[in-house]
């Protein structure tokens, strides 16, 4: 392959990473998802409100969400050219207190350098709602996670269909409606896993 000292040849899916935010922001990035939606709540950091637990995502750390919200909470792009033959999946571990039905969030994954997202089905932990009641799309009329459950919870989306891609991005998209906030949506792991 002519590589040069220090390098390879290519093929290695050096993908595999658990982030636990003990580092903030651990190269992620949020932004609203909808132009119109109130102010962006995701923060990095110790929650003072929600989950007992240091260095983590949520959608404020130190009190409810707020109304209108269409916000997301993007990764870094990694590439898995190199996978072919490897099976890639993510783990999430997350905990979440959002009214039931009408504020939620969903897990997307672009391969477009963000242009265009498409909303993932997780296993393990699935979503609760088909389809949320946020004033906002995304996530409005999208499903996703939802209601009471505030316990640590581990979701896990299947990379292994954008094995060949050399840039996939996973975002965490949370909307809410007008009225009613909770606590919200917090992530505390990200592991990628190859096998
Ligand atoms: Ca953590
Ligand atoms: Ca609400």
Known sequence: MGSTAGTTGGGACNVAVL??????PGGFTTGKAHPLSSTNSWACGDPILGPVGT???????FGN???????????PSISLADCQGYAVSVRVRHWYDIEPGYDGGNIQISTDGGNS??????????????SLNAS??????????SGFDAVWRDSFVDLTPYVGSADVRMRFVF???FS??????F?????VVVQ
């Open 19 to 24: 982030l636990d935010f003990s580092t903030c």
């Open 55 to 61: 260095g983590m995502w949520g959608t404020n750390l």
């Open 65 to 75: 969400y707020n109304t209108d919200e269409s916000s997301y909470l993007e990764s």
């Open 117 to 130: 997202w498409q909303v993932v089905t997780p296993t393990g932990h699935p979503y609760d709602e088909l």
């Open 136 to 145: 906002y799309s995304p996530p409005a009329g999208e499903p996703g996670f």
């Open 175 to 177: 909307g809410s409606d």
């Open 180 to 185: 009613v906030e909770y606590d919200g949506w």
């Open 187 to 191: 992530i505390d792991e990200i592991e």
